[in-house]
């Protein structure tokens, strides 16, 4: 470990080795649905959290039984569930996501994410993520921006909105999301070390939970990935060059 290098470069490095940022192409509902590691998904409206751990915990061999008992329907990941108009407003909306996080790599020097809050049609609050610049480990994007429009809503809850993020959220903002009551949320690319939606756990999902967020995930995937790469590769360049002086 570089014992040398200043203490807010560590953000840097725990996404710089993430292995990829692809979606794998799946854009789909998180309401009434789980999804597997095998990205399938099961409509199982009714499933209890028992019977939720008991899939978790079976050998994939097992599943297949476990599906059957429960009575469970395995299908391919819908792309197609989304209206042609909520994808028109995904993408718009998306697109100032990304635009917040091109501040954040252009501007403040920190890793582009970017988060946009939008209720009715209306955006309530925009951010990108501030972690270095504000030495905050929580100042992450869609925090930022949920807390913003809370505050012009006047409310601690965002009954109805939709958060749209450059980057899969991970398990803290995705808490947060619950507790606003946010009603859906969308993201560009999946983050293989701290997300916590489907990455790395499926907070939105977790069947004890009184408040559901729908997710869809995908949109302008390739412009959120480019930002991250292009950001990173810069930042090894300029180390690489550091090292050579
Ligand atoms: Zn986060």
Redesign the pocket.
């Known amino acids: 470990m570089d014992t040398t290098a200043p203490p807010n470069r560590a953000p840097l490095a725990q996404l710089d080795r993430a292995p990829d940022y692809g979606s794998g192409g799946y854009r789909f509902e998180s309401c009434g649905v789980y999804q597997f590691k095998e990205a399938h998904v099961f409509s199982a409206p009714a499933l209890s959290a028992s019977a939720h751990l008991a899939f978790l915990g079976a050998p994939e061999s097992a599943r297949p039984a476990l599906w059957h008992l429960f009575g469970v329907t395995l299908t391919e990941p819908q792309n197609s569930s989304t209206s042609a108009s909520t994808k028109d407003d995904d993408e718009r909306f998306m697109r100032l996501a990304l635009e917040q996080a091109r501040l954040a790599s252009d501007v403040s020097d920190e890793v582009p994410i970017g988060a946009v809050v939008v209720l009715d049609g209306e955006v309530l609050a925009s951010a990108h993520n501030e972690t270095r610049m504000r030495k905050d480990p929580t100042a ?1 994007a ?2 930022l921006a949920i807390s913003m429009a809370a505050r012009s809503t006047q409310s601690m809850r965002l009954v109805g909105a939709t958060v749209y993020t450059t980057v899969e ?2 398990f ?2 995705a808490g947060a999301l619950s507790h606003a009551r946010v009603a859906r949320v969308v993201w560009g690319v999946r983050d293989p070390k701290f997300g916590g939606c489907v990455s790395l756990g499926d907070v939105l999902s977790q069947p004890g939970l009184n408040h559901h967020v729908e997710f869809s995930e995908g949109v302008c995937a390739d412009e959120a990935r480019d930002l991250l790469q292009s950001f990173f590769r810069s930042k090894r360049a300029a180390k690489a060059a550091e090292s050579r002086d």
């Open positions: 992450h869609e925090l959220p991970c803290m903002c």
